[in-house]
């Protein structure tokens, strides 16, 4: 059965099993499940960074930012971001990141729709990464959020983009 109730509350649960006479009883606490964007953050050499990106969440600024302090603090100069596999997530996220990257008032994407005027989404001064040299793994199914990342990057020849078309 679906399990429902506010963080902390509790369920039990009878578990009838094959070849024992009475139900087993299960008691279940319910607790909020983290889902992290960065899978990894580590040094692959002297001097190389390489960050593994699932997909673009509500933590994913808060996450990058922090790999990247510590990978500074390893000697990082150079860095991989792997976006292969990542479906994409939030636009902003992926904003974020770029912006990291860029030089002030670099344009990193712009969204306009039919009933939607242009709004374009311009770098600031000042990133974490400005001075790191940068490659970005894709692949075909790196979307959405990864794409802008990948084609903010390329479309200001700012790195490296390595791998399959998305």
Known sequence: RRLRGPKGSEVTVD?????VENPVAF???RDNI???SVDVAYMIREGMGFIRLNKF?????QEFADAIARLKEQGMKK????LRENGGGYM?????LADQFLNGDEMIVYTQG?????????STAGGLCTGIDLVILIDENSASASEILAGAIQDNDRGTIVGRRS
């Open 57 to 61: 969440s509500a933590t994913t600024e």
């Open 79 to 82: 860095m991989i971001i792997d």
């Open 34 to 36: 983290p889902l992290y």
């Open 114 to 122: 039919k009933a939607r005027p242009k709004q374009e989404f311009h």
């Open 15 to 19: 578990v009838v099993r094959r070849n």
């Open 27 to 29: 008691s279940i606490t």
């Open 92 to 96: 902003n996220a992926a904003v974020f």
